[in-house]
């Protein structure tokens, strides 16, 4: 059967149902049953939650550690496990809340309603504070009599988002219910910053338990490179078997090549999050076409310079002659002031310089015009006011700081299109 619909598939049918399934693979990448290494932390979370799902008992706890080190993960092989069991399947309720959606109580709070299938109880009722209407959704809850409750599982995710919340009236109402026997609830936060404790207001921190899971990736650079491997090879049960060993074999040297395993270990040093690395390989993989059917070395070098490309030097891309002069200009001020803020006039004191010793190409503009760009590169936010509040001083005279590095300038001048040869050289001697 294999080797009649290798017969009738094409190269470009290949080439577009390998980019399909590895595309969907990357995209959608389950999690595993059992965290690998993990086995203290999930053991102790796992038991913290069933105490709430089953026995009815409160808790808060919070897992710490960077992004990629697994902590979505872990909650939710955790929580996969508990729903397995009987006496939790149908009585407990999942709440889950992200910092970066729910920026505000309110929104928290309609979030809390919808998941718990509460708005027509709540209908058009008016509560006179965050507490009552909490303590109303809770009561909601409570079936027949009122000792039983069904217990709510909420998770919290970015959870140092929600400190930054007016008083902090989120956490302090959620935890204070965590600390009574009324409701069962379980309080899941997860965050990547070690010192969120120290966020929260006293208030709030007398009400939290201090339980915190700490998770530290444990993944070295080969076990890295075998996640790649796997990521990117086709199934054995691939139509086309010649195409999918040749494949798996380009895969293979791919993964020896030195100039791939350098934007390897630079995405790996700089993130061991595997979202981060399916980003990279997705765009890698959005480059195979017919011409060249596997994948290759200028595959990945051009998804990494994608997807680490500066915006802020894409935008000097975009800029005049003029305004990129100005930028050298203030460079220039950054070096012989040791990054002491500067004006607009030591702007225009700096260019009128270059354009009197050195300059034979660029044209002697008026004041007015130099002060027009100076203010759209404080639109474009590359120039920031030090003083970002009312200030009385002359536009001229008004301190700024230049938000650029080094770096960016250069590479940006180097790529810039017909760069006059005096601009370069003024550049290079105002770094030199």
Known sequence: MSKRRSATLTEAQCVSLAQKLL?????????????????????????LLRRTAVHGESNS??????????????????????MSLKEVQKNVLLVELNGLLQTDDKIALKEITRQLHLENVVGDKVFG????????????LKRGDKSSSRPVLLVLDEFD??????????????????????????????????????LLEKRVKSRFSHRQIHLFSSLTFSQYVDVVRAQLR????????????????????LCEDKSVEE????????????????????????RVSVSHST?????????????????????????????????????HLNDTYDGEPFNFQMVHNEFKKFIQRKSHSIH??????????????????LVRPVDAGVCKVQREYQLMRLMLEHGQVMEALQRYPQCPTDVKQWALSAFG
């Open 364 to 381: 002697k503009f008026e004041k007015p015009v130099l002060m027009k760009a100076f203010e759209h590169l404080l639109q474009l936010e």
């Open 61 to 82: 706890v919070l897992i710490v550690g960077p992004r990629g080190s697994g902590k979505t993960m872990l909650l939710g092989c955790v929580l996969r496990e508990l």
């Open 23 to 47: 595309r969907e693979r990357l995209c959608h990448q389950k999690l595993p049953d059992q965290p690998a290494g993990l086995d203290s932390q999930h053991k102790h979370l796992l038991e």
């Open 161 to 198: 988002l929600f400190a930054h919340h007016k008083n902090q009236t989120l956490l302090y109402n959620l935890l204070d219910v965590s600390q009574s026997a009324q409701t069962p609830v379980a309080v899941v936060g997860l965050t990547c910053r070690l010192d969120v404790l120290e």
């Open 295 to 331: 994948l290759r070395e200028a595959d990945l070098l051009e998804a990494s310079r994608l997807i680490s490309a500066d915006s802020k030097a894409n935008v000097l891309h975009g800029l005049s002659i003029l305004e990129l002069c100005l930028i050298i200009a203030m460079k």
């Open 129 to 140: 504070s965050f507490a009552e209407n909490l303590a109303f959704l809770l009561e909601a």
């Open 263 to 286: 934007v390897l270990k630079r995405n790996f040093n700089s993130s061991k999050d595997f979202r981060s690395l399916h980003s990279l390989l997705f765009l890698a993989v959005s």
């Open 234 to 253: 086709l199934p054995q049960d691939f139509p086309d078997l010649k195409f999918s060993n040749e494949w798996n074999h380009s895969v293979t040297k």
